[in-house]
């Protein structure tokens, strides 16, 4: 099957600074991808869909400019969360549709941000 | 808008014993439904799917699940649990009304008794 991979799979970093997720599709090209937030023994909530070659629709109350969403290319979409705070610690995932009639994705490892 | 209700957010049972999580989803077109399991600190990987045709789909690890449109239901069982079963357990659906961006369910962790 399809495969995602996403990296880091765990960052630390210091308040105030900027993270950087990269979600890559390995063996097929994948023009939309989904980056999702989970928060413990929660669900998946999704921020934002990411389209390659233009920008980033985002799911309301989701702050563009603090995840910045970049999909250049058909296999590459990064997530940076910038000026990070504690709050924003959580689990991100990203997946990418497999097939645009039925909404199966295929999801990368997820990247575990805990902000100090 | 579609959306998908998953009862019982924690389901135990013992390692040989039937499991069943249920699912029940909403929507008023015809729906794709999802079942996604997640280990501990991973991504989702897909168990298996109802798009068309036949309502009883069979998945990995012998989980299967039959889509039953009167009961608005994509029950998740498998016969004999394994403690390797132990897991987060998320059903999803999708339409065409909704551009066929998934909808996730609030999960079901199962927990697996020796």
């Known amino acids: 099957g399809a495969v995602v991979s996403q990296h880091p799979s765990w960052v630390i970093c210091k308040s105030g600074t900027s993270v950087k997720i990269e979600c890559r599709s390995l063996?097929?090209?994948?023009?939309?991808m989904f980056w999702y937030r989970q928060f413990p023994k929660q669900s998946l909530m999704l921020m934002a869909t990411?389209?390659?070659?233009?920008?980033?629709?985002?799911e309301q109350g989701v702050e563009k400019d603090k995840f910045l969403i970049n999909h250049a290319s058909l296999t590459l979409s990064t997530l940076t969360v910038t000026s990070a705070h504690p709050e924003d610690s959580s689990f991100y995932i990203c997946?990418?549709?497999?097939?645009?009639?039925?909404?199966?994705?295929?999801f990368g490892e997820g990247s575990r941000l805990t902000v100090l | 808008a579609q959306s998908v209700t998953q009862l019982g957010s924690h389901v135990s049972v013992s390692e040989g014993a039937l499991v069943l999580l249920r699912c029940n989803y909403s929507?008023?077109?015809?729906?794709?439904l999802f079942w996604y399991v997640q280990y501990p600190n991973q991504g989702l990987q897909l168990l298996l799917k109802?798009?068309?045709?036949?309502?009883l789909v069979k998945g990995i690890n012998g989980f299967e699940a039959e889509f039953k449109k009167s009961e608005t239901s994509f029950h998740l069982t498998k016969p004999s649990a394994h403690m390797s079963d132990a897991a987060e357990y998320f059903c999803a659906v999708s339409v065409s009304g909704g551009s066929y961006i998934p909808t996730f369910g609030r999960g079901t962790s199962l927990i697996v008794h020796p």
């Open positions: 109802y798009t068309t045709g036949a309502t």
């Open positions: 990411s389209n390659e070659g233009s920008k980033a629709t985002y």
């Open positions: 063996d097929f090209q994948a023009t939309t």
């Open positions: 997946s990418a549709r497999v097939s645009l009639n039925t909404g199966e994705l295929f």
């Open positions: 929507s008023s077109v015809p729906p794709y």
